[in-house]
């Protein structure tokens, strides 16, 4: 038997609840995992509320991410004991999740858990630093250098955010961030950030075209204030976009793509081919200290993740949140 959190759906409701399950009921998989961590991340927290159609097979295992130790494989790219750390690849939407003790898995899915992390601090990067690195390496081959100007990252106090704010200053990237948080201003002060701005600067209708503050941007939120981050970038500049906390609407114009060069990268973090994986965890790896690392995680234990999820849709939580799966 294994704990897990378990999603249902009865007519138009869903549920989420911990219930103990026999392995018999997991899926179809050529490797088995023992699940050592996992973690929260916004889309999780809209599964596991109901506030978001993101599942899509019932019942479903929640979590898009998991970090654990592999106990038997049929395939052998896989071997009882190896350190694995999986992210995406429809978790929690059409396969079962990381928010669980255990897992059956595709073998190729699996990434070897890099030597610079554990299976808790692969966790505190998680799905949100993992997306936060795709959107680094987007900007960095669109020939993005410090020299060039600052970087807006919005939506800054969160998972994607914070790991995003860290890793352009450890490369030398002048970082402005926005939050809706004031209170989080000295905390994105000691991720590197150089000058923090408030969300309202962002979030409402503006000119199509605005005065060029950022040579590029990764933007978490959507709508007004991806629309804001494109009119005010740089010549020849770009953004990197993976969310939509604000919205999914995009009310711009093309102005910016056609006066200016703007160029606007759509971050999809879930079917990554391997390689491209391997590449943004080696970022992380060579520019996320493990203190700085901690410094943005929190940690809680399975039983508290179903009000975890609220808190993070109230803006309650900033930074990163690990799930220990065992307690």
Known sequence: MFKALLLTRTSDRSKAELVDLDETALPPGDVDVRIEYSSLNFKDALAITGRGPIVKEWPMVAGIDLAGVVERSTNPAWKTGDRVVVNGWGLSETQWGG?????????????KLPEAFDTRQAMAIGTAGYTAALCV??????????????????????????????????LGFEVIASTGRPAETDYLRSLGATEVIGRETLSFPGKPLQKERWAASIDTVGSHT????????QWNGACAACGLAQGADLPATVMPFILR???????NCVFVPNEERVNAWNLLAGNLSSETLMSVTREIGLSQVVDAAADLLEGRLHGRTVVDVNR
Do not use: C, D, M
């Open 137 to 170: 390496r987007a900007l960095l081959r669109h020939g993005l250098v410090p020299e060039k100007g600052p970087v807006l990252v919005t939506g800054a106090a969160g998972g994607v955010g914070s790991i995003a704010v860290v890793l352009l200053a450890s």
């Open 261 to 267: 060069g703007v160029t606007l990268y759509g971050i």
């Open 226 to 233: 991806l629309v804001n981050a494109l009119a005010a970038t």
């Open 99 to 111: 928010l669980s003790q255990r897992a059956r898995l595709s073998a190729n899915w699996l990434l």
